[in-house]
């Protein structure tokens, strides 16, 4: 019997391929994009994925000024912040978020759908997100790509 036809092939970080993928966020649900931009950021989608190894591409998302938000969230869904002090809790609304800064929201969500360890620390750092349609990745050429093609 031929044992080495059994050996399973762990991706490293030399022999891992990494791309530059754009993704358009006009129109699409904040955290369904969010999950599919995760997705692709740990490398699910690749043949070799390792879960400690990372594995996944570079994103960059533009127009996250043009998400939406279903029901409520607009008024409704608040993020919180603490500056560690006593009485230091602050909280914004999504509205004023998207005023202040459009990109935060897509980051954040992102980020909590990353693992909460220095690998998703390091997947967090491929993911690159602009509020209108210009990006400075145009040297890299980014790779189009609808996200209800990949899942």
């Known amino acids: 019997m031929n044992t080495l036809s059994y050996k399973t092939v762990s991706a490293n970080k030399a022999t891992v391929t990494k791309e530059w993928l754009l993704v358009d966020a006009e129109n699409e649900v904040l955290g369904r994009l969010a999950?599919?931009?995760?997705?692709?950021?740990?490398g699910k989608h690749k043949v070799n994925y390792t879960p400690h190894v990372d594995c996944g591409d570079n994103v960059v998302i533009i127009n996250a000024e043009k998400i939406k938000l279903n029901g409520k969230k607009w008024d409704q869904k608040q993020y919180i912040r603490?500056?560690?002090?006593?009485?230091g809790q602050t909280s914004i609304s999504a509205t004023?978020?998207?005023?202040?800064?459009?990109?935060?929201?897509?980051?954040?969500a992102v980020k909590g759908m990353l693992m909460k360890n220095k690998l998703g620390a390091a997947q967090f750092r491929n993911?690159?997100?602009y509020a209108g349609t210009e990006?400075?990745?145009?040297?890299?050429n980014p790779k189009a790509i609808k996200l209800n093609e990949i899942l």
């Open 127 to 129: 993911v690159h997100v």
């Open 96 to 108: 004023q978020l998207m005023e202040k800064k459009p990109f935060a929201m897509v980051e954040k």
């Open 135 to 140: 990006h400075p990745h145009a040297g890299q």
């Open 35 to 42: 999950s599919k931009v995760a997705y692709l950021l740990k």
């Open 82 to 87: 603490h500056s560690g002090y006593p009485g």
